[in-house]
């Protein structure tokens, strides 16, 4: 391409540059409707400006040679920059045209909108802890970076919880911890905001974090679901108020209308999906929205179950099914039933639903050999795989008495360090 009228003072130069970067270069610079030597010269100057360090090599082997218009002055200051950092001609100009391309997108392409990641907590078995690890997890996600890690952060890898497990007694006893248990240096907690959804009647999650339950008379989630109701779901959100989670973390509370979800939804069209058309316009808010699932097999679990399905450009496991179990043979039993209905309903809407792994609660290897051998062969399925081993402690019990997110009751307690392991396993 010659240089236009009042460009006369440029001279032709000729590099060496990847086919694959010259390609790019000449459509991006169509698509920008910018002449080619233009985009070099901008390139270059990008790159002077740039750290070193920030500018990544680039493979030149075999690279063809490109020609380019360039006033003498941008010759040169290009020249002695490449000479400057110790690196060839080719390797200067590839790495300058890298950065114009990546500072210059395509205008055809648009990036994919962020999508709210959705854990489903669950198990059809009552009592397993479904509430306390929604609650922790909710405040794993939320807290503060600076002040998890003034608490310790989490448990360095899920590989050694069951022995973690092992050596933490429950309170009242004297037995002492035996080995010391170091911190997670790496782990940054990622202060994403956060709303907890409190799927069950029975209210634990709402009651536990001293928010009162809404009225069977008003508008509820259910209402929302069976299209019962008009207005906007956001007025039934409660904020969680503690320093800790920076006003990032927010409940929306359970009514006991929800014992009649079942009926309420049965003549729904896709009665599946009522839960995501329901929540749908909170997304926008939040990052991260956790269900605390009721102990059920009905139409409510089915529809908890396709809320948590993996959606159109989503990245595998960013949303998914997080099975809340205890160490004993009761738990096994309720696991094979979820299963199958998580896998019939995957055959039945044709979805994909990711099983984000399993959280054995209420673990102390002191209650004996059943306990044991049932983690045991909790780590043996492999897939869904373990992520988190809660101790039974008195921290949790506590906070729940005191109305609190565990997180903010007990920052540095083993029960929540393990929450914050969680966190890093399913967003790593």
Known sequence: MLPSDDQTDRQKVTFKLPASLKADLKIRAAELRIDIQDAVTDAMD???????????????AGAPPFATWLTEASKSQFKAECSERGIPYVQGLAQAVTLWLTEHPSPRYRPPERTTRRLVVCNQKGGVGKTAVTAGLGGAFAEDAELARLAGGAFPGNTGLARLAALLPDQGSETPTTTPIEADEAYEAPQLRVLLVDYDPQGHLTKQLGVKQLLASGPSLAKFMARQTTGDIHDLVVPVTDERFGGRLDLLPSCQDAFLLDVMISTARNRQATLEQALEPLEAHYDVIIIDCPPSLGMAMDAAIYYGRERDGEREGE???????????????AYT??????DDGMIDWRITTTYLGLVVNLYDARDGHVVTSSLSEWYALEEPRVIGVIPRRKEQREAARARRPLLAYDPSCAQSRVMRQIVKEISS
């Open 337 to 342: 039933m979820l299963v199958e209905q998580i």
């Open 319 to 333: 949303s998914g099914i997080v099975i809340v179990v205890q160490a004993e043979d009761s738990s096994a039993d």
């Open 46 to 60: 990008q790159w002077k400006d740039a750290s070193p360090t920030a500018v990544p090599q680039v493979d030149t």
